[in-house]
Each structure stands twice: as structure tokens, then as C-alpha cells.
T-cell receptor, first 112, second 112 residues
């Protein structure tokens, strides 16, 4: 079993839709959860960073962490064509020396 | 000036060549990383340097040799690579080992 599972997609939605991206994980020690966005021919850029459980909102983006279910989500409201990218979840635990464990990434396409 | 700069952007090399990838970070971070990104696979951590000391060598073949001469620069020396080493090689930095990563745009490596 992979430590982090993420549906690779591709996911195609119309402009304005609400997008839900998800990852599940197996290591209950994970406490730091991140979402990265990667455009084609670019490196990943940090989108959201959360510690432990709960929600975090930043503009049209909301990150949720449910540690009891070992499940994290990223919601994108009012999706735009510029949101078309690959979204990577990543996580780590204390004392893991910066060893982020990444999901495979979900490819998202928002159609005008 | 972007935070993490990688050169070259593209590299094609034969199996008997020797080449080096270069990374420079302008963020004042203390930790630097090499990741490998292959199609349809999660990012794989290769090496971690913290305060210029290597703290992680993730079972990477010896044909990959990292060098960190100071906290701002990181190199990946390549020799006698295999075609399966073709991938996007990403450099990243972080303030400390448990902080979020900031990535460069990568070097697209093709081994012929």
C-alpha cells in the first residue's frame, strides 16, 4: 500500500464549477499537509499549508484535513481556466527531516 | 529573480557522458533538496542537505553525486546514466527541514 494515494485523473470540469481534490494516507504520524500546484513545464508551487486537522481558506481555495479518516481535500470554488494544472498533495511528520511524501498528482482541466 | 533557479532547463546526454545540474536559491533557506519527477509517479526524494551537510541519501545509485558547496548552491553530478534516468529533476529549498518546500522549475533530462 502506498503511503499517500491520490487519483491521477485527468479531471475535466466546466468553468465556474466547484472542484474537489482528495488524498488518503496511511501514516498516522503525519501532521503537516500541503497542496502544490504544478503548471506544465514548471516546478510545483505551494498553494496551501496546514498543520494537523481542520480547515484553511485562502481566496477560492479551501484545504481540509481529517486526521481521524486520514483524508485531506482541496476545494476550488468558481474554477477558472487558469486553474488548469496538476495538483499534488504532500505531507510529513515531525522529525522526518523534511522528507515530504507526495501523492501522484491529479491533472485538472477547467474548460471555458 | 525567482526564488530557486535551476540550469540548464533541458539536457540531452548519452549514457557515457558526464554532466552537472545546478541549483541556486535566493531565499536565505538552510535546507536544499533534489527530487526526481517521472511521468505518472510521485516525486521521489533523492538527497537532502541541511546547513550544507548531507542528511539524506535515499538509496540513490552512485551514478548520481550531489554537491553542496554553500547554503545557496546545490549541484547534481551525473555520469554513466541509464535511459530510465530520463525525468524532470527538481531542486527545492526550505527554511528548515520541516518547513514547506520552494521548488525550481526543474531540468528536463533525456538520456539517449
Amino acid at each position: 500500500q502506498k503511503e499517500v494515494e491520490q487519483d491521477p485523473g485527468p479531471l475535466s470540469v466546466p468553468e465556474g464549477a466547484i472542484v474537489s481534490l482528495n488524498c488518503t494516507y496511511s501514516n498516522s504520524a503525519f501532521q503537516y499537509f500541503m497542496w502544490y500546484r504544478q503548471y506544465s513545464r514548471k516546478g510545483p508551487e505551494l498553494l496551501m499549508y496546514t498543520y494537523s486537522s481542520g480547515n484553511k481558506e485562502d481566496g477560492r481555495f479551501t484545504a481540509q484535513v481529517d486526521k481521524s479518516s486520514k483524508y485531506i481535500s482541496l476545494f476550488i470554488r468558481d474554477s477558472q481556466p487558469s486553474d488548469s494544472a496538476t495538483y499534488l498533495c504532500a505531507m510529513s511528520g515531525p522529525g522526518q527531516g523534511g522528507k515530504l511524501i507526495f501523492g501522484q498528482g491529479t491533472e485538472l482541466s477547467v474548460k471555458p | 529573480e525567482t526564488g530557486v533557479t535551476q540550469t540548464p532547463r533541458h539536457l540531452v546526454m548519452g549514457m557515457t557522458n558526464k554532466k552537472s545540474l545546478k541549483c541556486e536559491q535566493h531565499l536565505g533557506h538552510n535546507a536544499m533538496y533534489w527530487y526526481k519527477q517521472s511521468a505518472k509517479k510521485p516525486l521521489e526524494l533523492m538527497f537532502v542537505y541541511s546547513l550544507e551537510e548531507r542528511v539524506e541519501n535515499n538509496s540513490v545509485p552512485s551514478r548520481f553525486s550531489p554537491e553542496c558547496p554553500n547554503s545557496s548552491h546545490l549541484f547534481l553530478h551525473l555520469h554513466t546514466l541509464q535511459p530510465e534516468d530520463s525525468a524532470l529533476y527538481l531542486c527545492a529549498s526550505s527554511q528548515e527541514e520541516d518547513s514547506p518546500l520552494h521548488f525550481g522549475n526543474g531540468t528536463r533530462l533525456t538520456v539517449t
